[in-house]
């Protein structure tokens, strides 16, 4: 009897055991977010981080690798069958979390939704696509407007699928979005949390995670003090001058990475009355700065200094042409030679939307004066100058441009800007332009092959030497503070926060 | 009393479109909200139509026309950014605020108050001169500063509270307490103050000749004397705290309506904004409206009817 007793006692207590061991098995994941203030929609624009939690549910049709390259994902296969037509082939056998099934239908459902709804804010990358034709259940037709080169990186940014059920049901989904992605949202307070779970039914790799909570701390101080108390594993956005800190700190520590973002200058060098528009007062600025002095000092040496508004690791990059070098020696004979009458200069930067952007300004502005240009600083919150450059211009100005990985869109978006039909032009606010860029780029949209393009790019890029209509500065730094829990393969080709490149340390 | 009601109420609704009116006109004077809420990728085309959409090309008078009009049928626009109704989202951090809010008053009347009047009744000791102390240092001290100082030693050195964050009592803890020092350092010289020209009154000394205890003087009369310019205060810091916690929400990441505020802000979402402004207004006149009626609760001859 009492032999039974105890093996009875045994097994209750083996169980007990088992389950709290079960139970602590549960692989969460702690994540401080710069901010939230967000809805799951794709018609208000969100922030870079919510938008960034919306990827992990709506996947796209294809994903960039760490090289800027699209890779399969929802779509298995492409291929351009004539000048305005891609065939996309899609991956089979994979669901929503609501049932309904992945297929052509809600491609070319979603696509015409995103393009045709008014503010929606992936518009822009899908401009170019004409009609979307269902061929059979798991093969689609995009059919562009001319001859598109940059279909594919498009896609990848602006193609998130969501279920045909969305039309019908319009307010569902900003709380809890339907999509294919490794991730569910089931739990979402604005500006307290929002929590995952895992998909069960995901069709790629098993999510590695069971559940993550993303807690929005908009005060980097607090963010950097979460990580430090144990309280999160993965921060976003820690400020530059917390990394020492974190790194001494027991636990945690700072990664940083090059982002895709680069800082640049505008010049406004059609205006007729602004010194700018001489080639030599416009050379003289770019020999002027010394970019990795000011890496330096004002970004605690982690901008990554650039020669070329394009990455080094994507296409479009044009080895051999360098930057103008730093040298205001020459900087200044320029200017005596231009005659540079002491003319005003106004130079507006931001002081809150990019890292230290208030400081960067500043000693650029110092580095200026250095040679004998008159420059006045316009250090303004981003809430009044953007509004500012989009509809009154700037003569000089710094601003960031994110989405390098499609060189086309992003060549034409910063530089060649005309509101004309058919070109994006939406960053020129200096309104800058010189001969044969606008015909050099009106060739780079719609040539289809790769080799004809990089002649195209370096030729742009050999003219911007001379003709100086932007001077590139840096690419800005991601920085994210890790716990020693987690380990983090970013990329510089994804700002976003991608859950499945967060992995458990063993 | 009836009448009383009645004048604020009426107060009220021309305070809230004078300022309404105010609000409409001076934002869109900061910048374009139309060019932030396209985004830096969009076409001149596509500004254009969500322009036209929002109806921002009419004139200001018809757009505040509009906007009235709707108001007065109880629509207060929606969110630019949450696509959802802006009293709906305001409402929803109302709880968050308030419980901030509410704590913090309590915390601040409750130690406040006992300081004060330990330090009246001790008065020119040492516990009087550490009292004073105290509240200087409480009312000089930033907030942002003190939180931060908080966070760091209870959250990161002891780990004993958490840092920021909403849902349990623990999370009340350190935003309370922050947003209260400057509160309590108020009421304490406030109670302090007024006590002391109390205890040294006439009637104080009638009583106490009279032979009542002292302690009863004390609290019984001489603080409830008191008490009215602690009322006061009471209903102005409710609605400022309400309406500006915005650092220590922001600190803290407390869900509250100030952060609401300052995010919407930052992005002109114009809507939100003037909702809020609506909601402030009428808090700030329903406390006031509470005040006088404490006023008249606590003190007869302040009744006004």
Same mark, same amino acid.
């Given at each position: 009897m009492r032999c039974r007793l105890v093996v009875l006692g045994v097994m209750v207590l083996s169980l007990v055991v088992v389950s709290i061991a079960g139970a602590a098995q549960e692989r969460v994941l702690r994540i401080a977010l710069t901010g939230d203030d967000g809805a799951f929609t794709p018609f208000a624009a969100g922030t870079t981080t919510f938008e960034g939690m919306e990827w992990n549910i709506n996947e796209r049709l294809v994903r960039f690798d760490g090289n800027g390259v699209p890779e399969p994902l929802l779509a298995e296969s492409w291929e351009n069958v004539a000048p305005d037509r891609w065939e996309i082939n899609l991956r089979q056998g994979i669901s929503f979390t609501n049932g309904e099934p992945f297929n052509a239908e809600a491609v070319r459902f979603s696509i015409k939704w995103l393009k045709e709804t008014p503010g929606s804010v992936y518009a822009s990358w899908l401009?170019?696509?004409?009609?979307?034709?269902?061929?059979?259940?798991?093969?689609?037709?995009?059919?562009? +407007?001319?001859?598109?080169?940059e279909l594919i990186p498009q896609l990848a940014w602006g193609s998130p699928i969501y279920p045909p059920v969305y039309s019908t049901e319009s307010t569902v989904y900003t709380t809890k979005p339907i999509g294919t992605g490794p991730y569910v949202v089931v739990d979402y307070q604005r500006d307290v949390h929002i929590i995952f779970e895992k998909n069960d039914s995901y069709w790629g790799a098993t999510p590695e995670w069971d559940r993550i909570i993303c807690r929005p701390i908009p005060d980097a101080a607090a963010r950097t003090a979460a990580l430090l108390s144990g309280e999160v594993d993965f921060v976003e956005g820690l400020a530059p001058q917390d990394i020492d800190l974190v790194n001494a700190a027991p636990g945690a520590r700072a990664k940083v990475i090059p982002?895709?973002?680069?800082?640049?200058? /505008? /010049?406004?060098n059609t205006r007729e009355d602004s010194p700018l528009s001489d080639y030599r007062i416009r050379q003289a600025i770019w020999h002027a700065i010394d970019t990795e002095a000011l890496s330096e000092y004002a970004l605690e040496g982690l901008g990554t200094p650039a020669d070329q508004i394009l990455m080094t690791t994507g296409e479009g990059y044009a080895p051999g042409i360098g930057r103008l070098p730093y040298d205001p020696t020459r900087a200044r004979a320029l200017l005596a030679e231009a005659g540079y009458d002491g003319t005003l200069i106004r130079f507006d930067f931001t002081n809150d939307r990019y890292a230290n952007d208030g400081d960067v300004g500043l000693v650029i502005t110092q580095m200026l004066e250095d040679i004998g240009l008159n420059v006045e600083p316009n250090s303004q919150s981003r809430t009044v100058l953007f509004p500012q450059m989009q509809t009154k211009g700037t003569e000089l100005g710094m601003i960031g441009w994110g989405a390098l990985t499609m060189p086309i869109m992003s060549s034409d978006g910063m530089l060649y800007g005309r509101a004309d039909e058919g070109s994006y032009g939406r960053q020129n606010y200096a309104q800058?332009?010189?001969?044969?860029?606008?015909?050099?780029? +009106?060739?780079?949209?719609?040539?289809m092959d790769p080799k004809v393009r990089d002649v195209y790019y370096k030729t742009l890029a050999d003219l911007n030497r001379f003709f100086v209509i932007t001077v590139p500065l840096y690419f800005e730094p991601i920085i994210r503070g890790l716990s020693d829990n987690i380990v983090w393969d970013g990329e510089a080709t994804m700002e976003h926060i991608f859950f499945d490149m967060i992995h458990p340390a063993r | 009393m009836g009448k009383l009601v009645l004048t604020r109420l009426v107060q009220a609704l021309v305070v809230i479109l004078l300022l309404s009116f105010a609000a409409y006109t001076m934002l869109f004077t900061i910048a374009d909200p139309v060019a932030l809420l396209a985004g830096q990728y969009s076409s001149q085309e596509d500004m254009d139509a969500l322009r036209e959409s929002l109806g921002l090309n009419d004139p200001i008078y018809v757009q505040y026309g509009r906007w009235l009009w709707s108001a007065l049928h109880g629509q207060f626009g929606q969110s630019l950014y949450m696509k959802e109704d802006a009293m709906t989202l305001i409402a929803e951090r109302l709880p968050a605020s308030f419980l901030l809010v509410f704590s913090t008053l309590a915390l601040s009347v409750v130690v406040g108050v006992s300081m004060g009047v330990v330090a009246a009744v001790w008065y020119r000791t040492w516990i009087d001169r550490f009292a004073v102390a105290l509240s200087v240092l409480g009312i000089s001290a930033a907030p942002f500063w003190v939180a931060l100082l908080a966070i760091y030693i209870f959250a990161v050195k002891l780990r004993i509270l958490p840092s920021t964050?909403?849902? @349990? $009592?623990?999370?009340?803890? $350190? *935003? @309370? @307490? @922050?947003? %209260? =020092?400057? &509160?309590?350092a108020t009421f304490a010289r406030l109670v302090r103050d007024s006590m002391i020209e109390s205890l040294t009154s006439d009637y104080v000394r009638t009583a106490m000749a009279k032979g009542i205890k002292y302690r009863t003087v004390v609290l019984k009369h001489a603080l409830r004397n008191s008490m009215i310019p602690v009322i006061t205060v009471i209903a102005m810091r409710f609605a400022q705290l309400f309406a500006f916690a915005v650092v220590t929400e922001r600190i803290?990441?407390? *869900?509250? %309506?100030?952060?609401? $505020?300052? &995010?919407?802000?930052?992005?002109?979402? !114009? *809507?939100?904004?003037?909702? !809020? $402004?609506?909601?402030?207004?009428? =808090?700030f006149v329903g406390a006031n409206l509470v005040c006088d009626l404490l006023y008249g609760i606590i003190d007869p001859r302040i009744r006004t009817d």
């Amino acid at each position: 009897m009492r032999c039974r007793l105890v093996v009875l006692g045994v097994m209750v207590l083996s169980l007990v055991v088992v389950s709290i061991a079960g139970a602590a098995q549960e692989r969460v994941l702690r994540i401080a977010l710069t901010g939230d203030d967000g809805a799951f929609t794709p018609f208000a624009a969100g922030t870079t981080t919510f938008e960034g939690m919306e990827w992990n549910i709506n996947e796209r049709l294809v994903r960039f690798d760490g090289n800027g390259v699209p890779e399969p994902l929802l779509a298995e296969s492409w291929e351009n069958v004539a000048p305005d037509r891609w065939e996309i082939n899609l991956r089979q056998g994979i669901s929503f979390t609501n049932g309904e099934p992945f297929n052509a239908e809600a491609v070319r459902f979603s696509i015409k939704w995103l393009k045709e709804t008014p503010g929606s804010v992936y518009a822009s990358w899908l401009a170019q696509i004409v009609d979307v034709e269902v061929v059979d259940e798991y093969t689609v037709h995009f059919i562009t +407007d001319g001859p598109n080169p940059e279909l594919i990186p498009q896609l990848a940014w602006g193609s998130p699928i969501y279920p045909p059920v969305y039309s019908t049901e319009s307010t569902v989904y900003t709380t809890k979005p339907i999509g294919t992605g490794p991730y569910v949202v089931v739990d979402y307070q604005r500006d307290v949390h929002i929590i995952f779970e895992k998909n069960d039914s995901y069709w790629g790799a098993t999510p590695e995670w069971d559940r993550i909570i993303c807690r929005p701390i908009p005060d980097a101080a607090a963010r950097t003090a979460a990580l430090l108390s144990g309280e999160v594993d993965f921060v976003e956005g820690l400020a530059p001058q917390d990394i020492d800190l974190v790194n001494a700190a027991p636990g945690a520590r700072a990664k940083v990475i090059p982002s895709q973002r680069i800082i640049r200058l /505008l /010049l406004a060098n059609t205006r007729e009355d602004s010194p700018l528009s001489d080639y030599r007062i416009r050379q003289a600025i770019w020999h002027a700065i010394d970019t990795e002095a000011l890496s330096e000092y004002a970004l605690e040496g982690l901008g990554t200094p650039a020669d070329q508004i394009l990455m080094t690791t994507g296409e479009g990059y044009a080895p051999g042409i360098g930057r103008l070098p730093y040298d205001p020696t020459r900087a200044r004979a320029l200017l005596a030679e231009a005659g540079y009458d002491g003319t005003l200069i106004r130079f507006d930067f931001t002081n809150d939307r990019y890292a230290n952007d208030g400081d960067v300004g500043l000693v650029i502005t110092q580095m200026l004066e250095d040679i004998g240009l008159n420059v006045e600083p316009n250090s303004q919150s981003r809430t009044v100058l953007f509004p500012q450059m989009q509809t009154k211009g700037t003569e000089l100005g710094m601003i960031g441009w994110g989405a390098l990985t499609m060189p086309i869109m992003s060549s034409d978006g910063m530089l060649y800007g005309r509101a004309d039909e058919g070109s994006y032009g939406r960053q020129n606010y200096a309104q800058a332009d010189a001969p044969v860029f606008s015909a050099i780029l +009106d060739q780079l949209k719609s040539e289809m092959d790769p080799k004809v393009r990089d002649v195209y790019y370096k030729t742009l890029a050999d003219l911007n030497r001379f003709f100086v209509i932007t001077v590139p500065l840096y690419f800005e730094p991601i920085i994210r503070g890790l716990s020693d829990n987690i380990v983090w393969d970013g990329e510089a080709t994804m700002e976003h926060i991608f859950f499945d490149m967060i992995h458990p340390a063993r | 009393m009836g009448k009383l009601v009645l004048t604020r109420l009426v107060q009220a609704l021309v305070v809230i479109l004078l300022l309404s009116f105010a609000a409409y006109t001076m934002l869109f004077t900061i910048a374009d909200p139309v060019a932030l809420l396209a985004g830096q990728y969009s076409s001149q085309e596509d500004m254009d139509a969500l322009r036209e959409s929002l109806g921002l090309n009419d004139p200001i008078y018809v757009q505040y026309g509009r906007w009235l009009w709707s108001a007065l049928h109880g629509q207060f626009g929606q969110s630019l950014y949450m696509k959802e109704d802006a009293m709906t989202l305001i409402a929803e951090r109302l709880p968050a605020s308030f419980l901030l809010v509410f704590s913090t008053l309590a915390l601040s009347v409750v130690v406040g108050v006992s300081m004060g009047v330990v330090a009246a009744v001790w008065y020119r000791t040492w516990i009087d001169r550490f009292a004073v102390a105290l509240s200087v240092l409480g009312i000089s001290a930033a907030p942002f500063w003190v939180a931060l100082l908080a966070i760091y030693i209870f959250a990161v050195k002891l780990r004993i509270l958490p840092s920021t964050g909403y849902g @349990t $009592l623990r999370h009340l803890i $350190l *935003p @309370t @307490t @922050t947003l %209260s =020092l400057m &509160n309590i350092a108020t009421f304490a010289r406030l109670v302090r103050d007024s006590m002391i020209e109390s205890l040294t009154s006439d009637y104080v000394r009638t009583a106490m000749a009279k032979g009542i205890k002292y302690r009863t003087v004390v609290l019984k009369h001489a603080l409830r004397n008191s008490m009215i310019p602690v009322i006061t205060v009471i209903a102005m810091r409710f609605a400022q705290l309400f309406a500006f916690a915005v650092v220590t929400e922001r600190i803290f990441a407390w *869900p509250g %309506s100030g952060r609401l $505020l300052l &995010n919407a802000l930052q992005r002109l979402d !114009y *809507p939100l904004v003037i909702a !809020y $402004l609506v909601v402030v207004a009428g =808090l700030f006149v329903g406390a006031n409206l509470v005040c006088d009626l404490l006023y008249g609760i606590i003190d007869p001859r302040i009744r006004t009817d």
